[in-house]
């Protein structure tokens, strides 16, 4: 099948709770491609998130949070795919699956949006893969979006402020520094009416991670809250 937007998701939830808002501007057919949704190792026990969740086992959570985002997926009207990458610690290993997919769905037509890797050294892996990938096969840079609920750190979240902000922060500005490209701030969405209601659907499809989302950002599904606003990056190579 053949893309016109691919959006890459580090773990399932990431591209929901950071860009789903944008997906009505975005062309279709769409497709939201977790990088690290492969079955964990036989007997893994779960991980600390993982137990924070409320899973009993590795195996559990894996296999509940695919039908969590299968679920996500159908209500904003997007394809799921999964690439084989278990989630666990890769020490910047080469994604399986990551330069194929691309290489062989995406073309010059194609908007493609990737994690800025805030917050999260899985989310920044991802990212610098997919921009090797992208530049060796040459196709056209990505947008990069704004991880979230990571970037609401920053007080001027939802504000034209914002970019500036994040890329200046000591610890969420870290990835923005270490890009090797160029880029500039292009859709700066706050989400209102069926937007809002749309991509608040789908993040309570993931119900498995709210609980922990919450401990950690607070009110995070609250009206005006972090996820009622967007943030996207247009790359140049």
């Known amino acids: 099948m053949s893309f016109r937007t691919i959006v890459l998701s580090p773990h399932f939830d990431d591209a929901a709770l950071s860009v789903s808002g944008l997906l009505d501007a975005l062309p279709r057919p769409a497709v939201f491609v977790t990088v690290f949704g492969g079955a ?7 991980s600390a998130w993982e137990r924070l969740c409320g899973f009993t086992s590795a195996a559990e959570a894996a296999r509940e949070r695919r039908a969590e985002d299968a679920r996500a997926c159908d209500l904003l009207g997007v394809e799921q795919l999964v690439l084989d990458n278990p989630d666990l610690p890769t020490n910047g290993v080469r994604l399986a699956g990551l330069a194929d997919f691309l290489g062989a769905h995406a073309g010059a037509a194609t908007r493609i949006l990737i994690p800025m890797g805030i917050g999260n050294a ?80 789908a993040v309570l499809a993931y119900a498995s991670q709210l609980a922990p989302l919450a401990t950690d950002f607070g009110e995070v599904l609250a009206m005006p809250g972090p996820l009622m606003h967007e943030l996207v990056w247009a790359a140049r190579f």
């Open 40 to 46: 964990p190792p036989a007997g893994r026990a779960p």
């Open 122 to 201: 899985d989310h920044a892996q991802v990212r610098d893969q997919a921009l090797d990938a992208l530049a060796e096969a040459g196709l056209p840079a990505p947008w990069i979006y704004a991880d979230l609920p990571y970037a609401s750190v920053v007080p001027e979240w939802g504000t034209e402020a914002a970019a500036g902000a994040l890329a200046e922060h000591p610890r969420a500005g870290a990835p923005i520094r270490a890009l090797s490209c160029a880029i500039a701030p292009c859709r700066a969405p706050s989400l209102r009416g069926e937007a809002w209601v749309a991509k608040r659907r």
